[in-house]
C-alpha cells in the first residue's frame, strides 16, 4: 500500500495543522523535520542513534546513491531501508536538485537532464523516466517527481523551467510502476506569485498523493519565501501532505507550519554541528570558542539529548580542537535533537490550540540571521555535492 | 583505595593466568585488553559504546592530554572519567613513549626530557615528577613512570636509557601523593636478555603494585619479543599483574598470554578500522576492496557486533568509498568487539584448562603478518602523534 496522510486537526489562528502518513514502514507525525541522509547515512550517526532522537522519516539523495555505490546495488541489496539498516520510513529527492546546483556540465532539454558525475566526471542523463526508475530501484515509501530548480528572480528561466517542471510532473506519473510508494508533485515558480500559483493548480489537478514546495530557501528573502507560501499552500488540496524541501533553521520550520505545512527537511543541523556550530533555545554557539574551554555545563541547559545529558561543552570544545570524530557525532546528535525536539513542541502546541503562543514566545528568544539560508545555499553550490 | 589484583587461577601447561584488578571504578577481568583513547575519546566510539562493547578497561596518553586541553583543564572539569563521561576503569601512560617516538626536537638528560609540542611547536619539560602530578592531574586509576624507551637493538644506549629508567622509576615513587592511583613501574633493556632480566629484578625491588613491559612492538622480531618475554616475566612477584605495553594483534596477544601477561593496550584495532581493514579469524579484509561491492553478508559470520548484526559488507564499502563519518565507527566497533571477544575466550580458556588447545586452533587459522608490529611502528613515527 502507498502511504496515507491523516488531517488530524488545523489550528483555529493560523494554517498550522496536524497530521499522520501512515507508511508501510511505520507512521510520521506531522508537522516532521526528516534529517538528510545524502549517501545512505545520516552523517556521523546510526540508525538506533536516529531511532533513539525520535526520528520519524529520513530523507537520502537519489542522485549521490545513482551515482555510488549505484541503485542496482542497493536494490541487489534488498533496497535502501534493508541497505542502510533503517527500517523507518525514507523519501527519496529526484536528484533534480543535485543536478541543477551543479551549475557546470548540465544540458538541460525538454526529454530531461545531462550532467557529468561529481564524483568521476563520467556523463548521466536523467529523464522523468530515469529517476522514477531509480528511487523504485531504491525504493522509498516517499518519492519524487524530477523537477528543474532555477534561480529564484530570473522570470525568463522560471517560466521556461516551470513548463518542464509541469511536463516532467505528468511524465513521472505516467512512469511510476510500484504502488506502493508515494510519488509527490513539485510545485516552482520562483519568487512569482502567479507562476507559483499556476505551479500549485497545475499540480493539484493531477491528484498526487503529496505536494512538495520547491524552489525556496536558495536565495531569495525571508519575505519572498513567506509571500510564495501564502500564495501557494491554499491551492493545494487539505487532504495530502504538504512538504517544504531544504528548509531546517528553526525560524523558517516555525513560519512555514504557520502557513500549513507539513514536512521538512535540511542539512542544516548536521552540516552546521560538524562546523562546531550547535542549536539553543538562546540561538547558536561555535563550540570552538575559547570561553568554553573550562565550561563544565552541558551544551544546553534542561536538554535531553545524549551529548547534553553526559558531556560538557569543555569536552565537547576538545574534542573539536582536537580534530575527534566523536565531535562531530555529539554535535550532530545534539542539533537533530533539537530539531526534532522543536518538532515535537510544535505538534504539542498545535494539538492544544496553542501554536500561535509557541511560535511568538520562540522567535522572541531566537535571534534570526538574515543571511543564513543564502550563506548555506552558497555552500552547498561551491562544495558542488549540493545535498539538500 | 589504590587498585587490588587477585590472581584467580594460572595454567598447568602454560603460563597464562587469570586474575581480576579491582579499582575505584569498577573490576578489570584478566587478561584484558585496553582500546585506547589517546585524546580522551576511543576514536570514532563513546563510552555507550565501549559499555557495550565489554570494555572493561581504556587507556588514555598523559602526553597528548597534557598539551590539549591540558592536565589542568581536565581537572578542573573534575578529572579525566568525569570530563570523557567514562565511569569505568582508565589507565594513562607516562607520556614517555609519545615523547621518545617524536625523534627531533627532544634531548634527554638525567633529569628529564625537553621536548618540543607537535601541536604548537611549544617546548615543554617531562620529569618524573612532572609526568606524576600530570596523571594525578588527569585522575586515571593506573598510571605509569616515566622510562625511556631505547631504539631495542642499540646495546650503548639501552644501557644508558635503563639506568635513567631505573633513576626516574625511584623518583616516581617518591613523587607519588595520591593513594587511590596504582603507580606501575616499566621494565625496558631492548632485546637484551640480561638488561630486562636486570631492570625486572631492579624495579621488583622498589615493590610496585604493577609492572609494565615497555620497548617491545617497536620494531623487533617476534621471536625477539618472545624471548625478552620468557626472561622478564619469571622475574616479577606472581601476585601483582603484567602489563604489555603497545600490543594487539591477536597473535602477539595468544603469546602473550602464555607467557604470564595480564594486560594489554593498542591502537593496532581502532587504526586498522579507521582504514577500513576489518579483524576476522581467519586474517583481516580490506572492506574496501571491489570484491565486497555487492556482498550481502556481515563482515564476519557469526559474530555478534552491532556491525555484524546490522549492516553488510556492501554498506560498509559503500561508507568508506563515500568518506562517511559512519564507515570509522562502524569499522572501529567491529575491530574492538573482535579483540575483547578474543579475550572473552581466552578468559574462558584458561577457566577450563584449555587454553594450550585454543590458542593452537585459533593461531592455526590465523595468517600472521610478519611485519605487522613493525610497519604499525614506523606508520606511528612518521605520523609524530606516536600514540600507542
Redesign the interface.
Known amino acids: 500500500m502507498s502511504s496515507e496522510f491523516t488531517l488530524l486537526h488545523t489550528d483555529d489562528s493560523s494554517q498550522a495543522r496536524l497530521g499522520r502518513i501512515d507508511t508501510a514502514h511505520g507512521p510520521i507525525h506531522t508537522p516532521a523535520f526528516a534529517p538528510v541522509g545524502t549517501?545512505?547515512?545520516v552523517?556521523?550517526?546510526?540508525?538506533?542513534d536516529l531511532r533513539e532522537l525520535g526520528a520519524e522519516l529520513i530523507l537520502a539523495n537519489t542522485y549521490?546513491l545513482y551515482l555510488?555505490?549505484g541503485a542496482d546495488?542497493v536494490a541487489?541489496?534488498?533496497g535502501l531501508h534493508h541497505?542502510?539498516?533503517w527500517d523507518g520510513p525514507i523519501l527519496t529527492d529526484s536528484g533534480g536538485f543535485q543536478v541543477f546546483s551543479l551549475a557546470e556540465n548540465r544540458v538541460v532539454t525538454d526529454d530531461g537532464v545531462v550532467f557529468r558525475s561529481h564524483v568521476d566526471g563520467s556523463q548521466h542523463l536523467f529523464t522523468p523516466e530515469v529517476v522514477v526508475r531509480i528511487q523504485e530501484q531504491l525504493g522509498a515509501d516517499i518519492i519524487m517527481c524530477l523537477d528543474e530548480c532555477a534561480e529564484p528572480h530570473d522570470r525568463a528561466y522560471n517560466e521556461a523551467a516551470l513548463a518542464r517542471t509541469h511536463a516532467w510532473a505528468t511524465r513521472c506519473l505516467e512512469a511510476q510502476s510500484r504502488s506502493d510508494q508515494a510519488l509527490f508533485g513539485i510545485v516552482q515558480g520562483g519568487i512569482f506569485a502567479d507562476l507559483r500559483q499556476e505551479s500549485a493548480e497545475f499540480l493539484a489537478g493531477l491528484g498526487f498523493p503529496g505536494y512538495a514546495i520547491g524552489g525556496l530557501s536558495v536565495g531569495e528573502s525571508k519575505p519572498d519565501m513567506h509571500a510564495m507560501l501564502d500564495v501557494t499552500v491554499p491551492l493545494l488540496p487539505a487532504e495530502k501532505p504538504r512538504y517544504l524541501m531544504g528548509v531546517g533553521a528553526p525560524e523558517d520550520l516555525l513560519e512555514a507550519v504557520a502557513r500549513g505545512i507539513d514536512l521538512f527537511d535540511c542539512v542544516l543541523p548536521t552540516r552546521l554541528a560538524r562546523n562546531a556550530a550547535l542549536f539553543m533555545r538562546q540561538g547558536r554557539i561555535n563550540i570552538r570558542n575559547a570561553q568554553f574551554?573550562?565550561d563544565?555545563s552541558p551544551v544546553e541547559a534542561g536538554c535531553g539529548c545524549?551529548t547534553c545529558q553526559?558531556?560538557?561543552r569543555?569536552?565537547l570544545?576538545?574534542?573539536f580542537?582536537?580534530g575527534?570524530?566523536?565531535a562531530?557525532?555529539?554535535a550532530t546528535i545534539h542539533n537533530v535533537h533539537f530539531l526534532l525536539a522543536l518538532m515535537r513542541d510544535v505538534r504539542q502546541a498545535v494539538a492544544e490550540g496553542a501554536f500561535d503562543a509557541f511560535k511568538d514566545e520562540f522567535l522572541s528568544g531566537y535571534p534570526i540571521i538574515p543571511h543564513e539560508v543564502r550563506a548555506t545555499n552558497r555552500e552547498r553550490r561551491k562544495s558542488h555535492q549540493g545535498s539538500r
Open positions: 549517501q545512505a547515512t552523517k556521523a550517526l546510526d540508525p538506533r549521490h555510488r555505490p546495488v541487489e541489496m534488498g541497505f542502510m539498516g574551554e573550562r563544565p545524549y553526559n558531556f560538557s569543555s569536552y570544545r576538545h574534542l580542537k582536537a575527534e570524530i566523536l562531530a557525532r555529539l
